[in-house]
């Protein structure tokens, strides 16, 4: 496995991967890997010859300082994970490679789709999340990237962006690889405490609760979606929203729409949570 921090380094492979033929498979990450971001590896190496990962903690898609402060960093450990599932290349750029005037002029935004939920919740976090992987797939210039469904937005915005750019990138989304007992794997799970963590599942649970109303045909949007936020008060959640939104724009329902997602981020202790379920016909 090659581990690559230059820039001019990591394009001088990539050129000569391009050159032999490769297909070029891409997974970006913020490090600290669990076994979803490895899942994410391994559907990216059934569909490239080459699969690049790319570790980088990105100061700009964080709204709060202390939360940057505090993202686990385990390079070592990360880097050891990936070269146990054979992946070619980590790419490990620092702040000041990614941006070396200390930040960026240049920004690329998704409007609309940006200031919903999540970009409502976190002020800013989408533009910096759009314009980093932007960034990335310039540098890697991969012909297929992969990511998890779990930032269900995300993945929306990062489509929307590829496809308004005419970005010559295949994005495939991988559904959300859980616990055991139905909570959404993520780096952030290891600031729960012990009792926290034994209350986590319920936030999805709770979020299934909406599912299965709206199967039977229910369609007070608005009622569910309140009474889930007071189960999730009442478990000891903080929560900042739980919706129900159409797939194709995340826009809110109005009756008789086509596919469904139900969304949700709640507090539990330090850590803060996100969660969703696609409505299945």
């Known amino acids: ?28 990450t913020m490090g600290n890997l669990h076994s979803g971001h490895l899942a994410l590896v391994k559907r990216a190496q059934e569909l490239g010859s080459k699969v690049v990962v790319s570790i980088f903690v990105n100061p700009t898609q964080f709204d709060r300082k202390e939360d940057l402060a505090a993202y686990p960093r385990t390079l070592e450990d990360d880097c050891a994970q990936l070269q146990a599932i054979g992946t070619d290349m ?21 409007p609309g789709i940006s200031q919903l939920l ?42 929307q962006m590829v496809r308004e750019l005419d970005m010559d990138i295949n994005i495939v989304g991988l559904p959300t690889v859980r616990e055991a007992d139905g909570l959404a794997m993520s780096s952030r799970n290891g600031y729960l405490t012990a009792e926290e963590r034994k209350i986590a599942p319920e936030f ?18 608005a009622s569910l979606q309140e009474a889930a936020m007071k189960s999730l008060e009442l478990q000891g959640f903080r929560p900042d929203y739980v919706e129900i939104r159409r797939v194709i724009d995340l826009q809110p ?16 202790g330090k850590a803060r949570l996100i969660d969703n379920i696609p409505v299945q016909d």
Request: proline share 6%; glycine share 10%; aromatic share 8%.
């Open 1 to 28: 496995m090659i581990i690559i921090e230059p820039i001019d380094a990591l394009r001088a492979q990539i050129k000569a991967w391009r050159k032999a033929g490769e297909t070029i498979a891409f997974v970006p």
């Open 253 to 268: 329902p109005k009756g008789g729409d086509g596919a469904l997602v139900v969304l949700g981020s709640a507090w539990l």
């Open 118 to 159: 999540e970009g409502a919740s976190r002020p800013g976090h989408f533009t910096g999340v759009s314009t980093v992987v932007c960034k990335l797939f310039n540098l890697v210039q991969p012909d297929v990237a992969v990511f998890g469904e779990k930032d269900f937005q995300q993945l929306m915005l990062i489509r």
């Open 90 to 110: 980590v790419f490990t750029p620092t702040p000041a490679i990614m941006y070396p005037a200390g930040g960026l002029a240049t920004r690329v935004e998704v």
């Open 204 to 221: 999805n649970r709770i979020l299934r609760v909406v599912v299965d109303a709206l199967h039977k045909g229910r369609q007070d949007y």
